[in-house]
């Protein structure tokens, strides 16, 4: 056997989840929910754990393909593989709630959530480890659910291994409350929901495709500001995926606005004045914000609701499209 890396942990024992499959979810195959149930692992480390009996159904080991019915009991054990340690470095971080519990940060475009290939440091869990060392006995330094890079807004980060279970559930169990404003290109008449599976393109690693074989994804959007070409989206998470808001929007011809990898590039509405021209081949990130979370409190089981208004590039594009609008309407 291989001596471990100076710089890797070992394997570590992580606190016991537990989660009851959903109605829903009668019918698939059990790793298939506990996927669902448990969206921070890859569905590869739930077989195996299926396999291994550090995943139970009522109590039960069973094969990944064991259907559910809905109702049984899930306990999870998980371990952490060996993995770079990430180190603790002063990162400003904008914390709109601090509790013994947890933290709620408002993340700004450009941060990257997780350290990974290429991007090794200045990401926010070195700077979470820097404002809270004690975060290096939690998975992820606490991180629940994750952003995109360029995606702004609100996270919520578990200090304790008990609220990390618990929001961890939640998050399976699809009642943490996750809202985004999204500004797209074009003009749909009415809101909806979108009901499509999401994978890995297969034919582009970079992006994430609607398919047949994904995995469940549900996104619910309606219209909250029209303007000449493009629309202001407010969009709630049902499920969790990589690129979820991003691909379903594109999938139902509805692209975000900057969108460097779903994006078809610029879109000006007839006669754009300079300044709504300028505002837009000036914004180089997807125009996605997510400006609200809502969860029981970890402990107390308090109703916690935290809101965060978009960045100032944000909402100077938003100026910029009202200004146009207001403009063409006085020139009719």
Do not use: C
């Amino acid at each position: 056997m291989g001596a471990t890396p100076e710089n890797a942990e070992p394997a570590t024992k992580l606190t016991t989840l537990f989660a009851t499959v959903q109605a829903a979810q009668g019918g698939s195959r059990f790793d298939q929910a506990l996927a669902e149930l448990f969206p921070d692992y890859s569905r590869s480390r739930l077989a195996e754990w299926i396999r291994s009996g550090r995943a139970t159904l009522d109590g039960a080991q069973v094969k990944p393909r064991q259907r559910v019915s809905g109702g049984e009991r899930v306990e999870l054990d998980p371990v952490a593989e060996e993995s770079t340690r990430v180190v603790a470095e002063s990162i400003e971080l904008d914390v709109v709630l601090d509790d013994p519990e947890f933290l709620v940060v408002n993340k700004p475009a450009g941060l990257i959530v997780h350290p990974g290939a290429g991007n090794p440091a200045r990401t926010l869990q070195n700077g979470l480890l820097h404002f809270d060392p004690s975060l290096a006995g939690i998975p992820r330094a606490g991180i629940v659910h994750r952003l995109d890079k360029d995606t702004s807004g609100l996270l919520v980060v578990a200090r304790t291994l008990t609220a990390h279970n618990r929001l961890v559930t939640q998050l399976g169990a699809r009642t943490i409350k996750r809202q985004y404003q999204a500004l797209v290109i074009g003009t749909p008449v009415a809101g909806g929901s979108i009901d499509a599976p999401i994978d890995r393109d297969p034919r582009d690693r970079l992006r994430m495709a609607v398919r047949e074989d994904g995995r469940p994804a549900v996104t619910h959007f309606r219209v909250r500001e029209r303007f000449r070409a493009h629309t202001l989206l407010q969009a709630n998470l049902e499920t969790g995926r990589t690129h979820q808001i991003r691909v379903h929007l594109t999938h139902r011809k509805l692209p975000l606005v900057g969108d460097p990898l779903y994006g078809p590039g610029l879109r000006l509405p007839k006669g754009a004045a300079p300044e709504l021209a300028d505002a837009l081949r000036g914004f180089k990130r997807q125009a996605l914000h997510a400006e609200l979370l809502e969860f029981e409190h970890p402990v107390d089981r308090s109703t916690v609701r935290v809101e965060a208004q978009p960045p100032a590039d944000f909402r100077a594009l938003l100026d910029a499209l009202r200004a146009d609008r207001e403009a063409a309407n006085a020139s009719r």
